[in-house]
T-cell receptor, first 112, second 118 residues
């Protein structure tokens, strides 16, 4: 069965420092992986996806993620965090039927 | 990115009444839309997959007679919560799946609807 895990409920980073939000996945077949961000009382905003091609995927707002097949990971990264990056981040994997399976979410807090 | 709207953004209703939530893809057509429910500080729970021109596919444990879904066109899906009760109070979010070009397989989400049943 398709699943994703986000091992950290919360990540704290100082502004200007690099950030990493972790995601590991379990799939049968080739994975379609996604990252979304959610601000309070809002829907989810698409950041980036991996379907095929380069393992390093670049997305919106300076975020990127690296697909690592051997470690079954798809960690989200940004070289220099902003206070405005503080939000809830979700990793997701596509189920063969088309629906997305979401991780439990990671709360990112960036302090000035 | 593509834009999905939801209406209303917030609704308060009395117990026993029905509430309709609309989800529209504004700049693309979507054969498939999805309806989620989210509790505070938790992940999204998929309720059903809405298919244009056919019946919705409900997840296990979701009452199809309570949560009526209609996908009448390629840009509109509606969720009707029938005979709402306080336990139906939640944040409901829809998404529409893009099916063309570089955005294929990407789901774009609406801003959500906060439902409070008194």
């Amino acid at each position: 069965a398709q699943s994703v895990a986000q091992p950290e409920d919360q990540v704290n980073v100082a502004e200007g420092n690099p950030l990493t939000v972790k995601c590991t996945y379990s799939v049968s077949g080739n994975p379609y992986l996604f990252w979304y961000v959610q601000y309070p009382n809002r829907g989810l905003q698409f950041l980036l996806k991996y379907i095929t091609g380069d393992n390093l995927v670049k997305g919106s707002y300076g975020f990127e993620a690296e697909f690592n097949k051997s470690q079954t990971s798809f960690h989200l990264k940004k070289p220099s965090a902003l206070v405005s990056d503080s939000a809830l981040y979700f990793c997701a994997v596509r189920h063969p039927g088309g629906k997305l399976i979401f991780g439990q979410g990671t709360e990112l807090s960036v302090k000035p | 990115g593509a834009v999905v709207s939801q209406h209303p953004s917030r609704v308060i209703c009395k117990s026993g009444t029905s509430v309709k939530i609309e989800c529209r893809s504004l700049d693309f057509q979507a054969t498939t839309m999805f309806w989620y429910r989210q509790f505070p500080k938790q992940s999204l729970m998929l309720m059903a997959t809405s298919n244009e021109g056919s019946k919705a596919t409900y997840e296990q444990g979701v009452e199809k007679d309570k949560f009526l879904i209609n996908h009448a066109s390629l840009t509109l899906s509606t969720l009707t919560v029938t005979s709402a009760h306080p336990e139906d109070s939640s944040f409901y979010i829809c998404s529409a799946r893009h099916e063309g070009g570089a955005e294929v397989e990407t789901q774009y989400f609406g801003p959500g609807t906060r439902l409070l049943v008194l």
